[in-house]
Each structure stands twice: as structure tokens, then as C-alpha cells.
């Protein structure tokens, strides 16, 4: 199964461009948010796969273009992220490779639509495709072996990094705050349940900016895998219901090269999940507002 949402309105995806509003077809209105939705999880993947869809009401039937698809999961109370958890990441950074996962945040604010803009905020801003688990159960010091059946889902998460506020006080001494911008974390443009995957430990992900593929990986590579990541925070943290967590990104990333490349106004960002499909941003300048003062981005905007 796949979800969507559709203009705030938790929609079952069946091609690309259509799909069932869940509420309408089970006759439950109170499914329609998709906050509701992933806190039901368990319910609405029984009731899609009861649906008859032959005999469904036409009100049921859901069209939409890529204007209309918001966050699969639009209010996480938590974001956590995973770094340097590529080998090929770690070597590209220079950095040592983890002996234990290493956790950030993004705060919630940095949330986006799967399709919209990028601003840049200074010319240090890159890019980082990564593999997004969405918790579909509440996990509380779950092991290994039971990870996996408290994921709702996957998607495609672009974990937009603001390099020079990132390392303000020395390499990755700020990730938090310099991966948290407005608009600095899109997410989409689907969730895909685990079993839509031939192998949900083998899933790829990329990036291109303005069609050239800048990243490509799979999680197969994860140095720390989905089910010990999950365990690994679960043990810690309590993961509910809508959290997301950004696995970690592969090599290619834009402070990695010689020299260092970053995002530029005009370019075309693409981030790709296999299984989950492809987001796309449009990375715009941040204009200079009256008497050279600069134009924030608005709350909620994917800017």
C-alpha cells in the first residue's frame, strides 16, 4: 500500500496520479486527517486491504497533481536523523565511522511538501537524499528482531544542510540547527508500507540536481541497519505514531567534493526513493526585502 496526502486528506495511491480518499471509502470521516490515520496505522492498512474497489463510491475516487500532495506524515512530533551511517559517507567527510548511531534532529519547522521550493538561506547550502522511516506503532525499547512491525512505512526525505551555521563551531558541532531551516526537510512524496518492497533492507535512494545524479546508494550499506536504528533509539526515546527518522544519506554530497559544490538559484532538486517515487524542489534565492533586509520564509511554506 501506499499513502498520500492529498490536499490534508489521507488518500490510498493507486497510480501516480490517483488514488482513493481513505475516509470516503470506508465511511470513517474521522480517517480523513493523516495524523489520524498513522495513529491508527494498523486499522487503516486491514480496512484498505478489505476495500473493494470495484464497487466503491465515485466520490471516492481521488485525482491530483504534485501541487496537492503535502507531507505523507505532516505533524511528527519528532524528526531524528542519522549521520555519517554510509561508510562512504563517513570516508567523504572525513570523519571516523560511529561505533554507535549518531542522532541529530531537525526541528519540525524544517518540514516540507514533496514538491515546492528550496531557498537558499547563504551559499553553503547542500543536499543529502536519504531513506525516511515513518513509525507507524509505538515503539519503546523494542529489539531488533520486533523493529520492523513498528514501521508504518518508508519514504523519501532531503535532508538540506546549511553547511557554515552546521559547522559554526567545528565539523558537525551544530547539525540540528544547520539542517532546520524553513522548509530544509521535504518529505514524500508517498509512504510506502514495508511490503511493497522485494527487499525492505535493500532500498535505493538518489539525488540529481538539474538531472545529474549527485548521490545513489541502499540502505543494504546502512552501517547501521533500519531494525537497529529503530531499536537503538527505541530504547532510549519513546517513538510514536508519525515520527520520522532519516537514516542517513550516501556519498556525494556537495561539501564532500573537490572543491566543495553547493546549491545554486535556479537549480532543479530531485530525491528518490525506489517503491516511494521522486520529489522534486526548485532552489530559489533568498531576495533582499526594502533597504537590503531579507524576506523570511513563511511558517508552513516550503520555503
Not at 70 to 93: D, F, R
Not at 137 to 164: C, F, K, M, N
Not at 171 to 181: A, C, D, E, F, I
Not at 196 to 207: H, K, L, M, P, Q
Request: hydrophobic share 35%.
Amino acid at each position: 500500500m501506499r499513502f498520500a496526502n492529498v490536499n490534508g486528506r489521507s488518500t490510498l495511491v493507486t497510480t501516480s496520479g490517483t488514488g482513493i480518499d481513505l475516509a470516503r471509502a470506508t465511511g470513517d470521516e474521522s480517517l480523513a486527517d493523516p495524523r489520524t490515520a498513522l495513529s491508527r496505522w494498523e486499522e487503516v492498512t486491514e480496512r484498505a486491504a478489505g476495500l473493494d474497489h470495484g464497487s466503491l463510491s465515485p466520490a471516492a475516487n481521488v485525482t491530483w497533481s504534485e501541487n496537492n500532495l503535502l507531507s505523507p506524515s505532516p505533524a511528527p512530533g519528532q524528526i531524528l536523523c542519522i549521520g555519517l551511517n554510509y561508510m562512504s559517507h563517513a570516508v567523504e567527510s572525513g570523519l571516523a565511522v560511529p561505533e554507535h548511531p549518531f542522532v541529530f534532529a531537525k526541528f519540525t519547522s524544517s518540514l516540507a511538501a514533496p514538491f515546492g521550493a528550496v531557498t537558499l538561506a547563504n551559499d553553503t547550502i547542500d543536499w543529502e537524499a536519504e531513506v525516511v522511516v515513518v513509525i507507524g506503532r509505538t515503539a519503546h525499547r523494542v529489539p531488533e528482531s520486533e523493529a520492523w512491525s513498528h514501521v508504518a512505512g518508508i519514504t523519501a526525505g532531503q535532508d538540506v544542510s546549511d553547511r557554515s551555521v552546521q559547522n559554526r563551531l567545528g565539523v558537525n558541532s551544530q547539525p540540528t540547527l544547520g539542517k532546520s531551516r524553513p522548509g530544509y526537510g521535504p518529505v514524500g512524496p508517498f509512504i510506502a508500507t514495508p511490503d511493497e518492497f522485494d527487499d525492505r533492507d535493500d532500498i535505493t535512494v538518489s539525488c540529481t540536481i538539474n538531472g545529474e545524479t549527485v548521490q545513489s546508494g541502499s540502505t543494504r550499506d546502512l552501517i547501521f541497519s533500519i531494525p537497529k536504528v529503530v531499536s537503538y533509539l527505541s530504547d532510549i526515546v519513546v517513538l510514536r505514531p508519525g515520527d520520522l527518522i532519516f537514516t542517513g544519506t550516501p556519498s556525494g554530497v556537495g561539501i564532500g567534493r573537490t572543491p566543495p559544490r553547493f546549491l545554486n538559484d535556479g537549480d532543479v532538486l530531485e530525491t528518490s526513493v525506489d517503491g516511494v517515487g521522486t520529489m522534486r524542489h526548485e532552489v530559489r534565492a533568498r531576495h533582499a526585502g526594502p533597504a537590503g533586509t531579507r524576506t523570511a520564509s513563511q511558517p508552513g511554506s516550503t520555503e
